[in-house]
């Protein structure tokens, strides 16, 4: 999680942290930008999800935009997604703070999952090493 999303969090912190189902996704935009001299684009999606309603309520459907290169690809319709919710039930976003569709979550694991690999592999190498 980048720092930014961290404080989109703490600014929401009395927003309802909840599992939400996933419904659709579509793209909506491609942003462009101009940074030291090196260039860059990145897709904007809109996400669509129903949220359970307050109190054991009807479930409410909400739409949120969110940069594609935060949230983890492959997400499938009718699974449960983490969401932060305002307490009107009216906005929504990804909680990035959990690995199930935080991008970067994901990639951190992949490395430290490599990489614990790649050490127990070496260390049983060194140990069976002729003499």
Do not use: C
Not at 40 to 46: D, K, N, P, R, T
Not at 94 to 106: E, I, K, S, W
């Amino acid at each position: 999680m980048h720092w930014f999303d961290g404080f989109r969090l703490s600014v929401r912190r009395r927003w309802d942290r909840v599992d939400a189902t996933f419904v659709d996704s579509r793209y909506d935009a491609l942003k462009l930008y101009d940074s030291d001299g090196s260039s860059g684009s990145y897709q904007i999606y809109e996400y669509m999800v129903d949220v359970p309603g307050r109190d054991g309520g009807s479930p409410v459907r909400l739409t949120f935009k969110e940069k594609s290169y935060k949230v983890r690809n492959g997400l499938k319709r009718g699974t449960a997604v983490p969401v932060v919710v305002n307490a009107k039930r009216t906005k929504a976003m990804f909680n990035l703070a959990d690995p199930r569709v935080d991008q970067d979550g994901l990639f951190q694991a992949q490395q430290r999952e490599r990489k614990e690999h790649d050490d127990a592999r070496f260390e049983a190498l060194r140990r069976d090493r002729p003499q």
